[in-house]
């Protein structure tokens, strides 16, 4: 008889993740990332995106219970990821949390979560009981940073491992030079502020230009930055690409002075972080920006600065002025990320054990 | 236009459905959409049907795209005010399948109110739909005959990539496609075994469990011909492709199955002839027999025997597959059509 590439020795994976419709960010990356290192290591792998509603009301209730609908039995493993993703039954389910629904955890009643009135309080309280019932059905929980891990144990009492998540790609990451310009690569949106770097570019007195690149998921703030370039007269400071392709990315990320990453309350380091370690070059972040610390020490590696524009302003000028701590800062920034074990093999190995 | 496009089927096996759907959103996306493509699992075993029909209608896509497009069982419970439905498949337990060894059954209770369900719920769904398209005249019928529902014709096409043109006739059969019961691999190797000509025959399967593969390897290793039979389990779609391209006809007998199946369409556009039965359902009212391909009783002796006839004349084998590419030809719509359609 003839050739047989059923792999009986391995084993059929489903990785199940939400998204919502036309955003691709980072998690959706890390998703089709790992699906490309299981494919290659021989298993069956699918790949189950479900859709999450636009609005956080009862339709998220529906989607809960969507989750718990649908049968999975057909795969040896689940390995899920979001919210309420991770509440698909099935007996081997591994928890691999990118974050929980943030607008009723540590958003909450603040700018970026769900106000506290009684409809939304009802909303939380579903929620946090799902996450606490259904999350404890699962045979492992990784966690992608200590941020993550931290919270599951303050609101949940759930623990976790951190399992850090690797790039695909690491090497495209390439050095050229310690330009003179500051590059902020990522999605436009509220959360990632791209408006505060904007804004501190009134306030440089050097010549330090600042790069914008990212598609852009609210169209109104991708406006407000544009307006924002226009009203502050910033037009030969500040350059907004747009989208632009992986490999633009990494070769403008070789050429610049540092990165620029400052999201709210970010989950993990973001890829953001380790691509521009992986091309020596430092990271500016801010101190409330969560996760990004988790491989960035201030001064060391990296600056961690006051969430102001002019607090950012004047660290924009230090990296441009005394280019020598720029490079110091990227080349440990480097060293630091390859004394870590961060790879595919480890990821793998853990998710599936 | 942003473009939401819902499929739903086998989490692992080989489905029809997701190549066609690579395609169509391939084209879209050439013509500017953006396109955001989705596929959830679906489970055909009778029990998990109320439970997952209820999860597709759970799901509410219509703040996030201008159109939605739904593929696959159940894929129209989906919410979305803009919904076109491409019907391209059933639930076939309860319709072609219906009180049939392969399907529900009416002395079953709990069969018999899935089936009262499956009907409601697919009256009720479709109805929503600014469009429905089935992708056969078979599944057009059914639609009509159970639910009352009219549908535009709309059959799938052979994606350009899996488009290969040989004109190599070598020595042997090809039976390509998922080994469910139905695809009746049993007498189609039973078949096989009572040719007289030298011929070989491949089957390339697709399997979504060791229990599948073992059962198919069984039934090949019990021929008295198991030496010139060759089972190639989930092989790469192009591998296939390419079998087809340069087989000396395709051979597929499946029970009653609703829509032409992929390779059927690779086989009429690399101009070979299809063997099946008369009792294959799409398939059979598609091949008229001696005029443009093969259309036999449904048992081993009558297959063996065209077999042997395909294998003995090989000019004859090579006109009726003309004929077959030329019909299919003049019936499949072009992608661009297919993506005009369903977007109008």
Same mark, same amino acid.
């Given at each position: %008889?003839?050739?047989?590439?059923? @792999?009986?020795?391995?084993?059929?994976?489903?990785?199940?993740?939400?998204?919502?419709?036309?955003?691709?960010?980072?998690?959706?990356?890390?998703?089709?990332?790992?699906?490309?290192?299981?494919?290659?290591?021989?298993?069956?792998?699918?790949?189950?995106?479900?859709?999450?509603?636009?609005?956080?009301?009862?339709?998220?209730?529906?989607?809960?219970?969507?989750?718990?609908?649908?049968?999975?039995?057909?795969?040896?493993?689940?390995?899920?990821?979001?919210?309420?993703?991770?509440?698909?039954?099935?007996?081997?389910?591994?928890?691999? %949390?990118?974050?929980?629904?943030?607008?009723?955890?540590?958003?909450?009643?603040?700018?970026?979560?769900?106000?506290?009135?009684?409809?939304?309080?009802?909303?939380?309280?579903?929620?946090?009981?799902?996450?606490?019932?259904?999350?404890?059905?699962?045979?492992?929980?990784?966690?992608?940073?200590?941020?993550?891990? @931290?919270?599951?144990?303050?609101?949940?009492?759930?623990?976790?491992?951190?399992?850090?998540?690797?790039?695909?790609?690491?090497?495209?990451?390439?050095?050229?030079?310690? @330009?003179?310009?500051?590059?902020?690569?990522?999605? %436009?949106?509220?959360?990632?502020?791209?408006?505060?770097?904007?804004?501190?570019?009134?306030?440089?007195?050097?010549?330090?230009?600042?790069?914008?690149?990212?598609?852009?998921?609210?169209?109104?703030?991708?406006?407000?930055?544009?307006?924002?370039?226009?009203?502050?007269?910033?037009?030969?400071?500040?350059?907004?690409?747009?989208?632009?392709?992986?490999?633009?990315?990494?070769?403008?990320?070789?050429?610049?002075?540092?990165?620029?990453?400052?999201?709210?309350?970010?989950?993990?380091?973001?890829?953001?972080? %380790?691509?521009?370690?992986?091309?020596?070059?430092?990271?500016?972040?801010?101190?409330?920006?969560?996760?990004?610390?988790?491989?960035?020490?201030?001064?060391?590696?990296?600056?961690?600065?006051?969430?102001?524009?002019?607090?950012?302003?004047?660290?924009?000028?230090?990296?441009?002025?005394?280019?020598?701590?720029?490079?110091?800062?990227?080349?440990?920034?480097?060293?630091?990320?390859?004394?870590?074990?961060?790879?595919?093999?480890?990821?793998?190995?853990?998710?599936?054990? | 236009?942003?473009?939401?496009?819902?499929?739903?089927?086998?989490?692992?096996?080989?489905?029809?459905?997701?190549?066609?759907?690579?395609?169509?959103?391939?084209?879209?996306?050439?013509?500017?959409?953006?396109?955001?493509?989705?596929?959830?699992?679906?489970?055909?075993?009778?029990?998990?049907?109320?439970?997952?029909?209820?999860?597709?209608?759970?799901?509410?896509?219509?703040?996030?795209?201008?159109?939605?497009?739904?593929?696959?069982?159940?894929?129209?419970?989906?919410?979305?005010?803009?919904?076109?439905?491409?019907?391209?498949?059933?639930?076939?337990?309860?319709?072609?399948?219906?009180?049939?060894?392969?399907?529900?059954?009416?002395?079953?209770?709990?069969?018999?109110?899935?089936?009262?369900?499956?009907?409601?719920?697919?009256?009720?769904?479709?109805?929503?739909?600014?469009?429905?398209?089935?992708?056969?005249?078979?599944? +057009?019928?059914?639609?009509?005959?159970?639910?009352?529902?009219?549908?535009?014709?709309?059959?799938?096409?052979?994606?350009?990539?899996?488009?290969?043109?040989?004109?190599?006739?070598?020595?042997?059969?090809?039976?390509?496609?998922?080994?469910?019961?139905?695809?009746?691999?049993?007498?189609?190797?039973?078949?096989?075994?009572?040719?007289?000509?030298? +011929?070989?025959? /491949?089957?390339?399967?697709?399997?979504?469990?060791?229990?599948?593969?073992?059962?198919?390897?069984?039934?090949?290793?019990?021929?008295?011909?198991?030496?010139?039979?060759?089972?190639?389990?989930?092989?790469?779609?192009?591998? /296939?492709?390419?079998?087809?391209?340069?087989?000396?006809?395709?051979?597929?007998?499946?029970?009653?199955?609703?829509?032409?199946?992929?390779?059927?369409?690779?086989?009429?556009?690399?101009?070979?002839?299809?063997?099946?039965?008369?009792?294959?359902?799409?398939?059979?009212?598609?091949?008229?027999?001696?005029?443009?391909?093969?259309?036999?009783?449904?048992?081993?002796?009558?297959?063996?025997?065209?077999?042997?006839?395909?294998?003995?004349?090989?000019?004859?084998?090579?006109?009726?597959?003309?004929?077959?590419?030329?019909?299919?030809?003049?019936?499949?719509?072009?992608?661009?059509?297919?993506?005009?359609?369903?977007?109008?």
């Amino acid at each position: %008889m003839g050739n047989d590439r059923s @792999g009986a020795d391995k084993i059929r994976i489903a990785l199940v993740n939400n998204y919502q419709p036309f955003v691709y960010g980072g998690a959706e990356f890390l998703v089709d990332s790992l699906r490309t290192q299981l494919l290659s290591r021989g298993h069956q792998v699918s790949l189950t995106r479900i859709p999450f509603p636009a609005t956080l009301d009862h339709k998220l209730i529906n989607n809960i219970l969507s989750c718990r609908c649908i049968s999975f039995d057909e795969a040896d493993k689940v390995i899920a990821f979001k919210f309420p993703a991770y509440f698909v039954p099935h007996d081997n389910r591994t928890v691999w %949390m990118f974050h929980q629904l943030r607008q009723v955890y540590e958003l909450w009643d603040g700018p970026y979560g769900l106000r506290d009135d009684p409809k939304n309080a009802a909303l939380r309280q579903l929620v946090i009981g799902s996450d606490n019932h259904f999350l404890r059905q699962s045979k492992h929980i990784f966690v992608n940073s200590n941020e993550v891990a @931290g919270r599951l144990k303050t609101y949940n009492d759930i623990d976790s491992e951190v399992l850090y998540p690797p790039l695909l790609d690491r090497d495209r990451c390439h050095f050229k030079e310690y @330009g003179d310009f500051l590059f902020y690569p990522s999605r %436009m949106t509220t959360f990632k502020r791209q408006h505060l770097a904007v804004e501190s570019m009134q306030y440089v007195s050097s010549k330090v230009r600042l790069v914008l690149a990212g598609k852009s998921d609210e169209p109104e703030y991708e406006e407000k930055l544009r307006n924002l370039i226009a009203a502050k007269k910033l037009g030969d400071k500040v350059t907004m690409l747009g989208w632009i392709d992986q490999q633009e990315k990494f070769d403008l990320m070789a050429g610049a002075l540092a990165c620029v990453y400052l999201p709210y309350q970010e989950d993990s380091y973001g890829f953001v972080s %380790m691509e521009a370690f992986y091309s020596r070059k430092c990271v500016v972040t801010l101190q409330d920006s969560g996760g990004t610390k988790e491989l960035l020490v201030d001064g060391v590696n990296g600056l961690v600065v006051y969430p102001s524009p002019r607090a950012l302003a004047e660290k924009f000028d230090l990296l441009y002025e005394n280019r020598r701590l720029a490079r110091d800062l990227g080349e440990q920034a480097f060293a630091d990320l390859n004394s870590r074990d961060i790879s595919w093999d480890t990821v793998v190995e853990k998710l599936l054990k | 236009m942003k473009i939401a496009v819902l499929r739903t089927g086998p989490l692992f096996a080989h489905d029809d459905a997701a190549l066609y759907v690579a395609q169509l959103c391939s084209v879209l996306s050439e013509a500017g959409h953006s396109i955001e493509s989705t596929s959830l699992p679906f489970s055909s075993a009778i029990a998990d049907i109320v439970e997952q029909s209820v999860a597709y209608r759970l799901f509410d896509l219509t703040h996030g795209s201008d159109l939605c497009i739904a593929v696959g069982p159940f894929a129209h419970a989906f919410n979305h005010s803009n919904k076109r439905i491409w019907l391209l498949s059933q639930y076939s337990p309860v319709y072609e399948l219906w009180d049939t060894c392969y399907g529900a059954s009416s002395t079953r209770p709990n069969d018999v109110s899935t089936r009262d369900y499956v009907y409601a719920v697919d009256r009720a769904w479709l109805s929503e739909a600014r469009l429905v398209c089935s992708g056969s005249q078979t599944i +057009a019928q059914a639609v009509l005959n159970n639910l009352g529902t009219e549908t535009q014709l709309l059959p799938p096409a052979l994606p350009d990539q899996y488009r290969y043109a040989t004109n190599e006739y070598e020595g042997f059969f090809v039976a390509a496609g998922p080994l469910l019961d139905t695809a009746r691999i049993s007498l189609l190797v039973d078949g096989f075994s009572r040719t007289v000509r030298p +011929a070989r025959l /491949v089957i390339m399967g697709f399997v979504s469990s060791p229990s599948e593969r073992d059962a198919a390897q069984q039934i090949v290793l019990e021929s008295p011909k198991a030496e010139f039979i060759t089972l190639e389990i989930n092989p790469t779609y192009d591998r /296939v492709f390419k079998h087809v391209s340069s087989a000396l006809a395709l051979v597929s007998v499946p029970y009653r199955c609703s829509t032409l199946d992929i390779f059927t369409v690779a086989a009429s556009w690399s101009r070979k002839t299809v063997l099946t039965t008369i009792d294959s359902g799409e398939l059979a009212r598609l091949v008229d027999h001696q005029v443009d391909g093969y259309c036999v009783e449904a048992n081993a002796v009558a297959l063996a025997q065209a077999m042997d006839e395909i294998s003995g004349d090989m000019q004859s084998a090579k006109r009726l597959g003309d004929r077959f590419g030329e019909k299919l030809n003049g019936m499949l719509p072009t992608w661009a059509t297919i993506a005009q359609e369903l977007t109008k």
